[in-house]
């Protein structure tokens, strides 16, 4: 017998490889690998009469990440959760911050290693190239980015539709089924036999009374 899960359900901030997938919503069996899972993209409509919205799910990869491993990564989640089809919401490079480069810990520790003739008056070391300039290795700033794809999860109407009456069969199957032993259920069952209740004799005391 089949058994359907399509509950809500939330899935926060899973980690798989470098790649971050904040999903919510409801799941389905799983699509087979042979079959296709489309991706519409943010210029692209797709047909809401064959299609329905089951969660929404959010990709994060850091900056350079290839679009094409991104898409694959897509279609991996969206096939585990049971959805035939992705539409992209958007797809944003975002930026989230700065990294600080220092390219030596500890100039002076490391002058021998790093090439450092002298140190600035802030600290920083002091390079002499292969000309005979000081080039100052003092730190700078990166600004990070980060690459976010919203996303929607489809799952054809037509397969939604057999899967909720299949669950639905089920539902109603277990209903049927006692949730406590019935005796009466089950012939093999040892038939309890209650005694009953006699009421004592009377005794001579009580029926001289009663005669006068």
Partial sequence: MKRYWTGACAVLLLLSGCVGVDYVGQQFPEIEEDEPVIIYRQNADYPASDYKVIGRAIFTAPDGYAPIELDEKM????????????????????????????????????????????????????????FGNQVDMSGYRVARYELIAKTLFLIKRNRYEKLHQESEVIRKENEKRPTMFDPSSDPDAPVEITPETMSAPATPAAENTAAK
């Fill in 75 to 130: 279609e991996d989640t969206a096939r585990a959760y049971g959805a035939n089809a992705i539409k992209v919401v958007s797809y944003e490079r975002t930026a989230v911050g700065s990294s600080y480069i220092q390219p030596s810990t500890s100039p002076r520790q490391n002058a021998a290693s790093q090439g450092v003739t002298g140190v600035a008056n802030d600290g920083s070391a002091l390079y002499t190239d292969s």
